[in-house]
C-alpha cells in the first residue's frame, strides 16, 4: 500500500452525502436533459392549459387570440422557472430519503481519505475506493469545499473537516501538486 502523503478523518453528514450525489448527477448529460425536458413540458403545458382558460372565459376573436398567447407563453415561461425549482427541491427530498436509508438511522458516517503518490484513497461506511491521480480532471478551491474530479467520480471535503485554515491549505496544495504530476501511472 502506497504512503500517505496527506490522511483527515471525518464525519459525513446526511446532507453532506446528498450535495455531493446532486454534484456528481448534475455532471452528467442525461440528468441535465431530463430536468430540461420536463421543465418544458411543464412550461408548454402551463401555457397551453392558460391559453385554453384564456379563449374560453373571453372568446375567439384575433385579438383575444393574440392576447391568449402572448399571455400563455408568458404564463408558460413562469410556470416553468417555478417548477425547475420545485422539481429540484423535490428530488433532492427524494435523494435524501434514498441517502438516510443508506445511513441506516446514523446521522453522519466516518470517511478517511488519503492523499497518496498514485491516487486519493477513500474509506466510507467500510467501502474503500481508490481515485488515481491520472483520471483527475481538476481540484477545485470552492468557497465551502476543496472539490476533486475524477473522470468518473468526485471526492468533496468540507472546510470544517480541517483543523484550521493552514491544514486545508496545505491539503489543497498537495491535491493540486499531486493532480499535476506528469509522472502518474496512466
Given at each position: 500500500m502506497p504512503e500517505a502523503l496527506y490522511r483527515l478523518t471525518y464525519d459525513v453528514t446526511i446532507d453532506d452525502a446528498v450535495d455531493v450525489s446532486w454534484?456528481?448527477?448534475?455532471r452528467t448529460h442525461v440528468f441535465r436533459k431530463q430536468l430540461q425536458t420536463r421543465v418544458i413540458c411543464a412550461g408548454i403545458g402551463g401555457g397551453l392549459v392558460f391559453f385554453a382558460g384564456w379563449m374560453y372565459v373571453v372568446g375567439t376573436s384575433l385579438l383575444n387570440v393574440v392576447l391568449a398567447v402572448v399571455a400563455g407563453t408568458l404564463f408558460g415561461i413562469v410556470f416553468a422557472s417555478t417548477f425547475w425549482r420545485f422539481l429540484e427541491r423535490e428530488i433532492r427530498k427524494q435523494q435524501r430519503k434514498a441517502v438516510a436509508e443508506q445511513f441506516g438511522g446514523r446521522p453522519t458516517i466516518q470517511s478517511e481519505i488519503e492523499l497518496r503518490p498514485d491516487a486519493v484513497w477513500v474509506r466510507q461506511a467500510g467501502m474503500e475506493m481508490v481515485f488515481p491521480w491520472a483520471l483527475c480532471t481538476g481540484v477545485q478551491n470552492n468557497p465551502n469545499d476543496i472539490e476533486m474530479n475524477f473522470a468518473p467520480g468526485l471526492c468533496v471535503?468540507?472546510?470544517?473537516?480541517?483543523?484550521?485554515p493552514d491544514e486545508r491549505q496545505a491539503f489543497l496544495d498537495a491535491a493540486r501538486r499531486l493532480s499535476a504530476n506528469p509522472t502518474n501511472p496512466t
Open positions: 454534484r456528481l448527477a448534475n471535503i468540507r472546510n470544517r473537516h480541517f483543523a484550521s
